[in-house]
Nanobody, 117 residues
């Protein structure tokens, strides 16, 4: 089993920055890609960004140029640096990890990000 523990959410003014962290424990060697989804009330989760085990990244169009995802494989941790935050970035952010082979997703508990205007 894999456990994902997120940290770093909070309240920030528009234009500000936050850094989210997600540490994997347990059978973390089974994880390939890691990344972040976000969700607002009444809507499905949307992919924000992911990074593969070899460092290939992908971003949602809405965050390109503002968010940067990175990964420290030695610490089994993925980071999301969020700059130039906008009120529409307000959401619960969920860390995930894809299991090698079948793509099963492990999920973190979610962390709230609130951007005030």
């Amino acid at each position: 089993q894999v456990q994902l523990l997120e940290s770093g959410g909070g309240l920030v003014q528009a234009g500000g920055s936050l850094r989210l962290s997600c540490a994997a424990s347990g059978s973390s060697f089974t994880i390939n890609a890691m990344g972040w989804y976000r969700q607002t009330p009444g809507r499905p989760r949307d992919l924000v960004a992911f990074i593969t085990a070899i460092g290939r990244t992908n971003y949602a169009d809405s965050v390109k140029g503002r968010f940067t995802i990175s990964r420290d494989n030695a610490k089994n941790t993925v980071y999301l640096q969020m700059n130039s935050l906008k009120p529409e970035d307000t959401a619960v952010y969920y860390c995930y990890g894809d299991r090698w082979g079948d793509g099963h997703k492990y999920w973190g508990q979610g962390t709230q990000v609130t951007v005030s205007s």
